[in-house]
């Protein structure tokens, strides 16, 4: 006889201990302390029939090839993932835009450009999406603000 290998049993959100849920340890501890997966799990706030949450964050981020693999997903592809659907791929997409735009946005307001790390802090979380090797060009004022 063939012995039928069974996926290991994962927690759903409601039976883990409160101090254990990603919310929970996001408030208490902030978000640094919350893997790529707690992080994902938040957005996506439930699983589908037969797959928590929790397997369906580890399972997209292992498909996609991680965070920038997630990131270089157009929304259709998104969307289109078992689970995932128009208005998880929404929030998805949207976190990682928030992001994108906070990291090129200075103290002032306008990004200002003292070194080539300054270029890379502006552009390069969006040209690491980048599936083709683009040229980018940043003109500066006389105060090297972009």
Same mark, same amino acid.
């Given at each position: 006889m063939h012995e039928v290998e069974q996926?290991?049993?994962?927690?759903?959100i409601r039976e883990?201990?409160?101090?254990?849920?990603?919310?929970?340890?996001?408030?208490?501890g902030?978000?640094?302390?919350?893997?790529?997966?707690?992080?994902? %799990?938040i957005l996506l706030n439930t699983g589908?029939?037969?797959?928590? %949450?929790?397997t369906m964050a580890q399972r997209l981020l292992h498909d996609c090839g991680g965070l920038?693999?997630?990131m270089r997903m157009e929304f259709v592809e998104l969307a289109g993932v078992r689970g995932v659907g128009e208005s998880k791929a929404s929030k998805v997409k949207a976190a990682f835009e928030l992001g994108r735009q906070?990291?090129?946005?200075?103290?002032?307001?306008?990004p200002r450009?003292?070194?080539?790390?300054? %270029? %890379?802090?502006?552009?390069?979380?969006?040209?690491?999406?980048l599936e083709q090797e683009q040229l980018r060009v940043v003109l500066l004022d006389t105060k090297n603000h972009v």
């Open positions: 996926a290991p049993y994962r927690l759903m883990m201990q409160p101090d254990e849920r990603p919310r929970e340890r996001l408030r208490s902030g978000p640094a302390g919350l893997s790529n997966s707690e992080l994902l %799990v589908i029939k037969g797959e928590s %949450v929790t920038t693999g997630l906070l990291a090129a946005i200075s103290e002032q307001g306008k450009i003292e070194s080539p790390e300054d %270029v %890379v802090q502006l552009l390069g979380i969006e040209m690491a999406a």
